[in-house]
Every structure is written in structure tokens, then in C-alpha cells.
């Protein structure tokens, strides 16, 4: 199970530091969703073919922020950070 603390403490490791009561972690699928302060998500998946799938959706977000240049959210951290 995916806890705000075990989030807290992988951001925290990745240079990014967010109290768990900032925190919200809500099942999805074969995913984890995490809604951080102002507006921005995280994902992490539970299984590997959902990894792969936010792999594939990485990339497109990657391609469209090139493309747009504005209005496109990098990604922050990698496939293991909640691990």
C-alpha cells in the first residue's frame, strides 16, 4: 500500500520536500495517484505493465513539451521512486 509517508520520504530523497499531510494517494486501477500542492500529480504503478504504460505516457509528455513549449508539465522523477 502506497502511503503520503512513504511518498514524502521518496520525494524527499529525489530533492523534492513535501510533508505527508500535503498529500493525497488514491488507488487507481494499476495505479497509485498522487495529488500534490498546487494541482500537480504523480503516479506510480503496481504492476509492470502498468510501468511500461507510464513509460509510453512519459515519453508522449516529453514529445508534446518539446512540440507546445507551454502548458506541458515535466516529469519529475523515475520509475522506482516509490519503490
Same mark, same amino acid.
Given at each position: 500500500?502506497?502511503?503520503?509517508?512513504?511518498? %514524502?520520504?521518496?520525494? =524527499?530523497?529525489?530533492?523534492? %520536500?513535501?510533508?505527508?499531510? &500535503?498529500?493525497?494517494?488514491?488507488? !487507481?486501477?494499476?495505479?497509485?495517484?498522487? !495529488?500534490?500542492?498546487?494541482? !500537480?500529480?504523480?503516479? %506510480?504503478?503496481?504492476?509492470?505493465?502498468?510501468?511500461?504504460?507510464?513509460?509510453?505516457? !512519459?515519453?508522449?509528455?516529453?514529445?508534446?513539451?518539446?512540440?507546445?513549449?507551454?502548458?506541458?508539465?515535466?516529469?519529475?522523477?523515475? &520509475? %522506482? =521512486?516509490?519503490?
Amino acid at each position: 500500500m502506497l502511503t503520503p509517508a512513504i511518498v %514524502s520520504e521518496a520525494l =524527499t530523497k529525489a530533492g523534492i %520536500s513535501i510533508t505527508p499531510k &500535503d498529500l493525497e494517494v488514491e488507488a !487507481r486501477e494499476d495505479k497509485w495517484l498522487v !495529488r500534490l500542492p498546487s494541482g !500537480r500529480l504523480a503516479w %506510480s504503478a503496481k504492476s509492470d505493465e502498468a510501468r511500461a504504460r507510464l513509460r509510453v505516457e !512519459r515519453g508522449v509528455l516529453q514529445l508534446l513539451a518539446v512540440a507546445v513549449r507551454s502548458g506541458v508539465d515535466s516529469a519529475l522523477c523515475g &520509475d %522506482s =521512486t516509490f519503490r
